[in-house]
């Protein structure tokens, strides 16, 4: 029987280079796309980007590729991310990254102007509502939400997955995904509202903000 690992000590040798999938989101295991996440920024990365306003703390961020061009493009921004090998890969980007759940105390709670969920983490922990009335609380009242989201077509779903990793397989965790269709209904939940929705080269996201 196959040992089962903590999330953090599988996902990290997914970020040093070891091959990984992951299992229980499609009938049939996925690569995880490590090879999106750990290059520089693309054009499709920028166009979500051009949402954020101001200090942004960026949720999930992994090896800090979004951190970094938030950086480069002159706004303050904090990494966070509950892998201690991601937010080691984001501060060698020369970016400021710290090692939490989101959940648990965060720097400048109720000042950050944006809160950043890229790459699905709209889906962390399985639960959509919860993480997202959680980033509305780090934010300043003028503050926005900036999601991807999965594509129109897409429903939204909530199931166990688990990594396979080099040998090694993480104990379940629990993941959503959110599509475009459901974001009006989520955001209307979470009071708040859908102020842009898009896609670029085949990515969607969308922009939530409190109706003041």
């Known amino acids: 029987m196959t040992q089962l690992e903590s999330f953090s000590h599988v996902f990290a040798q997914a970020l040093r280079g070891t091959p990984c999938h992951v299992v229980g989101l499609a009938p049939v295991p ?11 920024a693309d054009a499709a990365d920028h166009a979500m980007l051009a949402h ?47 090692q939490r759940d ?49 594509p129109p077509g897409v429903p939204s779903s909530t199931s166990w997955a688990s990594l396979e990793c080099g040998g090694s397989r993480s104990r379940p965790f629990r993941w959503s995904v959110v599509g475009v269709d459901d974001i009006a209904a989520l955001a209307t939940e979470a009071a708040l509202s859908v102020l842009v929705l898009e896609s670029h080269a085949d990515r969607w996201f969308g922009v939530l903000q409190e109706v003041l």
Do not use: F, M
């Open 102 to 150: 989101v959940y648990h105390p965060i720097p400048g709670e109720g000042r950050w102007r944006t809160a950043l969920l890229a790459d699905g983490n709209v889906g962390i922990g399985g639960d959509p509502l919860k993480l997202i009335s959680r980033a509305r609380q780090l934010l300043d009242p003028r503050g926005r939400i900036v999601v991807e989201l999965a």
């Open 52 to 98: 954020c306003v101001g200090a942004t703390i960026d949720i999930g961020c992994g090896p800090g590729r979004l951190s970094a061009a938030l950086a480069d493009l002159g706004h303050v921004v904090l990494g966070v991310d509950v892998v201690q090998e991601a937010v080691d890969q984001t501060r060698a980007r020369g970016v400021s990254a710290l």
């Open 30 to 40: 996925a690569a995880l796309p490590v090879g999106d996440w750990v290059r520089s």
